[in-house]
């Protein structure tokens, strides 16, 4: 969806490396979530914001931050990248009344 | 928390052929989403439907809220259909919107 980008589109990164994970929105959402992807586990929340500088964590949040700016923005860190993470992340937000709308995700890999 | 079932987990067919895919859910929901996740990893909005039924071309879905499923009929199945059909419902209140997921549905479409 042309709302929704994400980069990079593809990270490789040292493990203890800290690293920066860009969502941007048009389409002035309230409500922005990140999610990682895995084999076996499907998509699992990491953090998710309800407005600008306010977040709250998902169901697997350890080793991980974000912030929210401004509404268009939404920024994932790893804080000192471990082989554990490295997965795809994708970006989703949504409006009020209106379905989750997903960027094309982000292949990070931590070696 | 809330838990999402997918049924089946493997899915093959021949093209042309009719499918039913099922999502279960162990509790009340705000609304519900399938989306398809393409072979290049893009997650498709196709149905944002808490309850009733939809229909779209060859798809339709179908959420019953009160017994806590919801199904996605694929009708004359294509090659291009192959992919993961994720389930996703959404639940919380006030700023504590969340989306959790099944851990899908793979089907693939033989010619």
């Known amino acids: 969806d042309a709302g929704i980008t994400q980069s990079p589109r593809h990270k490789v990164t040292e493990t203890g490396t800290p690293v920066t994970l860009r969502c941007h929105q048009t389409?002035?959402?309230?409500?922005m979530y990140w999610y990682r992807q895995d084999p076996g586990h499907g998509l699992r929340l990491i953090h998710y914001?309800?407005?600008?500088?306010?977040?709250d964590k998902g169901e697997v949040s350890d080793g991980y931050s974000v912030s929210r700016s401004k509404t268009e923005d939404f920024l994932l860190t790893l804080e000192s990248a471990t082989s554990s993470q490295t997965s795809v992340y994708f970006c989703?937000?949504?409006?009020?009344?209106?379905?989750?709308?997903f960027g094309s995700g982000t292949r990070l890999t931590v070696v | 928390g809330i838990q999402v079932e997918q049924s089946p987990p493997d899915l093959i067919l021949q093209e042309g052929a009719n499918s039913t895919l099922r999502c279960n859910f162990s509790?009340?929901?705000?609304?519900l989403q399938w989306f398809h996740q393409n072979p290049w990893g893009q997650l498709i909005n196709l149905f944002y439907?808490?309850?009733g039924t939809k229909q779209n071309g060859r798809l339709s879905a179908t959420t019953v809220a009160t017994e806590r499923y919801s199904l996605l009929y694929i009708s004359s199945s294509q090659t291009t259909d192959s992919g993961v059909y994720f389930c996703a419902v959404e639940h919380g209140g006030g700023s504590n919107y969340k989306l959790t997921f099944g851990k899908g549905t793979l089907l693939t479409v033989n010619p």
């Open positions: 914001s309800y407005g600008v500088k306010d977040t």
């Open positions: 389409e002035n959402h309230r409500y």
């Open positions: 439907i808490p309850s």
């Open positions: 509790d009340s929901v705000n609304n």
């Open positions: 989703a937000s949504q409006g009020n009344g209106y379905g989750y709308t």
